[in-house]
């Protein structure tokens, strides 16, 4: 419809309308009016009573107070059906943003499948290319070989045609040596056998003289002997004063042999015992006169040396370093008393310092240490009767007096009882019992066993003191370790006074207290020998490594190996 009003002026009338141009209305005369076009035509038999009432309501609108909310609501209702034509915009914009990335990230997985693909391609090319390098090497390896072993073959030709026509002609030689040989000696012989040919008459009748010369020499000088024998025996037995001095002469000479052979075992055993270390003694601080002057520094170092901590650079636990410490004061001073000495028995699991705390009491008390071990004794046989009673003539020689340490004493001080011991077992153990039957004031007797249980009863009537040495708790372990590794990495000590050791260097940013002590917390059922060992093959381990550095990693992994290894020890302590 083309009918519209002036808005901004004022609203039309009832009844007025401004019809289109063109319309039957423009002029009154038919013949004036402009021909009706075929737009026109449309509107011929128009009913207006629609548009009119259409322009009442519009005044009736227009006087009424809405009017303005009225267009002010139709602006809303177009602004937001504009903002729904925007929406549906932005969001066919975001589909196609969205759709615009997805395709982008198919083409980048295209692409990254591709490059998958050429890199797959290239490695595969690669490694076809070195797999036909590598038989390329090996063929080229196979013909050098093949060359080679032509050439020492052919060199093996030559030297075995040169060793055959050398053979060739020292077998020539040989030979023409032997038929020169074989010649001379046929001549020789010819001649001989015709010279003794012609001079045998000549020859019989030589042997025939020289037996008659001999024959008669024979006679003669057995007739001269005995008539000399008869008349020296006739001389001899009737002169009495030789028969007497023949008598006390052999008298004389059976007491010189007897009593050189007693006086030289006498002064044997008595230098033995003064002088010599008894086969049985594995280690000493006893020095012998010929030991004091074959190394008079350590002779006189050892009279001015003065006792010290006992237990210093051994780790116990307190209270039990308390009753060590109980110990060594009253053989010190049973030593200066000149009281008797208690015979003690240290038990425990192996490594637990007993030897080492047995040496330091013997050193700290003023007394010579000796050790010993019964394994040395079951081998002995019959002869270890006489071995014990050498030991105890030995430590009964000495001025200081002789801690004697009997280590691994279970393996000869078993029950008589038991039917597997041997006769002369049995009778070394007597020995044993009959020289310990006593206390001594000569000798301290200390001994050793990881299994006190199969001592004989009379073994264990022997002994005063008995002290356990258990395995090392937390505490004693991180103390060890410190110990061990400031000894073995931090400061070794020093081999020989010209040689100075140097400490080995540590890796730097590693907490090494805080490593040590988580250390100590994993190596539960460790023994004092395990720990001590555990440092030395970190320094093993720095000395062997490229940079000589002791670093975490080196730490870690001895651990791991020590760990590993006492596991197996104790399974095969349990027989597994």
């Given at each position: 419809?083309?009918?519209?009003?002036?808005?901004?002026?004022?609203?039309?009338?009832?009844?007025?309308?401004?019809?289109?141009?063109?319309?039957?209305?423009?002029?009154?005369?038919?013949?004036?009016?402009?021909?009706?076009?075929?737009?026109?035509?449309?509107?011929?038999?128009?009913?207006?009573?629609?548009?009119?009432?259409?322009?009442?309501?519009?005044?009736?609108?227009?006087?009424?107070?809405?009017?303005?909310?009225?267009?002010?609501?139709?602006?809303?209702?177009?602004?937001?059906?504009?903002?729904?034509?925007?929406?549906?915009?932005?969001?066919?914009?975001?589909?196609?943003?969205?759709?615009?990335?997805?395709?982008?990230?198919?083409?980048?997985?295209?692409?990254?499948?591709t490059l998958g693909a050429e890199t797959q391609q290239h490695q595969e090319r690669a490694k076809y290319q070195d797999q036909l390098a590598r038989r390329r090497y090996d063929d080229q390896l196979l013909q050098q070989r093949q060359m080679q072993e032509e050439n020492l073959r052919k060199q093996e030709e030559s030297v075995q045609k040169q060793?055959?026509?050398?053979?060739?002609?020292?077998?020539?030689?040989?030979?023409?040596?032997?038929?020169?040989?074989?010649?001379?000696?046929?001549?020789?012989?010819?001649?001989?056998?015709?010279?003794?040919?012609?001079?045998?008459?000549?020859?019989?009748?030589?042997?025939?003289?020289?037996?008659?010369?001999?024959?008669?020499?024979?006679?003669?000088?057995?007739?001269?002997?005995?008539?000399?024998?008869?008349?020296?025996?006739?001389?001899?037995?009737?002169?009495?004063?030789?028969?007497?001095?023949?008598?006390?002469?052999?008298?004389?000479?059976?007491?010189?042999?007897?009593?050189?052979?007693?006086?030289?075992?006498?002064?044997?055993?008595?230098?033995?015992?003064?002088?010599?270390?008894?086969?049985?003694?594995?280690?000493?601080?006893?020095?012998?006169?010929?030991?004091?002057?074959?190394?008079?520094?350590?002779?006189?170092?050892?009279?001015?040396?003065?006792?010290?901590?006992?237990?210093?650079?051994?780790?116990?636990?307190?209270?039990?370093?308390?009753?060590?410490?109980?110990?060594?004061?009253?053989?010190?001073?049973?030593?200066?008393?000149?009281?008797?000495?208690?015979?003690?028995?240290?038990?425990?699991?192996?490594?637990?310092?007993?030897?080492?705390?047995?040496?330091?009491?013997?050193?700290?008390?003023?007394?010579?240490?000796?050790?010993?071990?019964?394994?040395?004794?079951?081998?002995?046989?019959?002869?270890?009767?006489?071995?014990?009673?050498?030991?105890?003539?030995?430590?009964?020689?000495?001025?200081?007096?002789?801690?004697?340490?009997?280590?691994?004493?279970?393996?000869?001080?078993?029950?008589?009882?038991?039917?597997?011991?041997?006769?002369?077992?049995?009778?070394?153990?007597?020995?044993?019992?009959?020289?310990?039957?006593?206390?001594?004031?000569?000798?301290?007797?200390?001994?050793?066993?990881?299994?006190?249980?199969?001592?004989?009863?009379?073994?264990?009537?022997?002994?005063?003191?008995?002290?356990?040495?258990?395995?090392?708790?937390?505490?004693?372990?991180?103390?060890?370790?410190?110990?061990?590794?400031?000894?073995?990495?931090?400061?070794?000590?020093?081999?020989?006074?010209?040689?100075?050791?140097?400490?080995?260097?540590?890796?730097?940013?590693?907490?090494?207290?805080?490593?040590?002590?988580?250390?100590?917390?994993?190596?539960?059922?460790?023994?004092?020998?395990?720990?001590?060992?555990?440092?030395?093959?970190?320094?093993?381990?720095?000395?062997?490594?490229?940079?000589?550095?002791?670093?975490?990693?080196?730490?870690?992994?001895?651990?791991?190996?020590?760990?590993?290894?006492?596991?197996?020890?104790?399974?095969?302590?349990?027989?597994?």
């Open positions: 419809m083309s009918w519209f009003w002036n808005r901004g002026t004022s609203s039309p009338q009832d009844g007025e309308f401004f019809p289109p141009a063109g319309s039957g209305s423009a002029g009154k005369d038919g013949d004036d009016a402009p021909p009706i076009s075929e737009e026109s035509k449309k509107w011929v038999g128009f009913d207006p009573t629609g548009l009119e009432r259409a322009a009442k309501a519009v005044r009736e609108l227009d006087s009424s107070p809405n009017a303005k909310h009225a267009l002010d609501l139709a602006k809303l209702q177009e602004q937001t059906v504009q903002y729904k034509h925007q929406e549906e915009i932005r969001k066919q914009e975001a589909a196609i943003r969205q759709w615009e990335s997805e395709r982008s990230r198919v083409e980048q997985e295209e692409k990254r499948k060793e055959g026509m050398r053979r060739g002609t020292i077998e020539y030689e040989a030979e023409l040596r032997h038929k020169n040989e074989m010649s001379r000696v046929q001549a020789e012989i010819q001649g001989k056998t015709k010279m003794e040919r012609e001079n045998q008459d000549l020859a019989l009748e030589q042997i025939r003289l020289k037996s008659s010369e001999q024959r008669t020499t024979v006679l003669q000088s057995i007739k001269a002997a005995g008539t000399l024998l008869g008349e020296g025996v006739s001389n001899f037995v009737t002169d009495w004063d030789k028969v007497s001095a023949t008598a006390a002469g052999l008298t004389l000479i059976a007491f010189g042999v007897y009593t050189a052979k007693m006086g030289t075992g006498v002064v044997a055993r008595f230098i033995e015992a003064r002088l010599g270390k008894p086969s049985l003694i594995r280690e000493t601080s006893r020095l012998s006169l010929f030991q004091s002057i074959r190394h008079p520094v350590k002779a006189t170092k050892k009279l001015f040396k003065r006792p010290s901590d006992p237990l210093a650079g051994i780790v116990f636990e307190s209270s039990h370093e308390e009753r060590l410490r109980s110990l060594c004061k009253a053989t010190i001073n049973t030593r200066q008393n000149g009281g008797l000495y208690q015979n003690v028995l240290m038990y425990g699991p192996p490594g637990t310092g007993k030897t080492m705390f047995a040496k330091s009491l013997a050193v700290h008390s003023g007394m010579d240490y000796a050790v010993m071990t019964g394994g040395d004794i079951v081998p002995l046989g019959s002869d270890g009767v006489t071995a014990i009673h050498k030991v105890f003539d030995w430590a009964n020689a000495s001025r200081k007096g002789v801690l004697l340490f009997v280590d691994e004493a279970d393996a000869f001080l078993r029950k008589r009882s038991e039917v597997s011991i041997s006769e002369d077992l049995r009778s070394t153990l007597n020995a044993f019992l009959y020289r310990t039957g006593e206390s001594s004031r000569k000798f301290m007797l200390v001994l050793a066993s990881n299994q006190p249980d199969q001592f004989d009863w009379a073994i264990n009537d022997r002994l005063d003191d008995l002290i356990p040495f258990d395995l090392p708790g937390e505490t004693e372990r991180l103390r060890m370790l410190k110990l061990y590794f400031s000894l073995f990495v931090l400061a070794p000590p020093r081999v020989t006074w010209w040689k100075t050791p140097k400490s080995i260097p540590l890796q730097e940013g590693v907490d090494w207290e805080r490593e040590i002590e988580q250390i100590s917390k994993n190596i539960i059922g460790f023994s004092g020998r395990e720990i001590s060992k555990l440092a030395i093959s970190w320094q093993a381990r720095a000395f062997g490594s490229s940079e000589g550095v002791l670093t975490k990693e080196i730490l870690d992994h001895c651990v791991k190996e020590m760990l590993a290894q006492h596991e197996q020890k104790v399974r095969w302590q349990k027989g597994h």
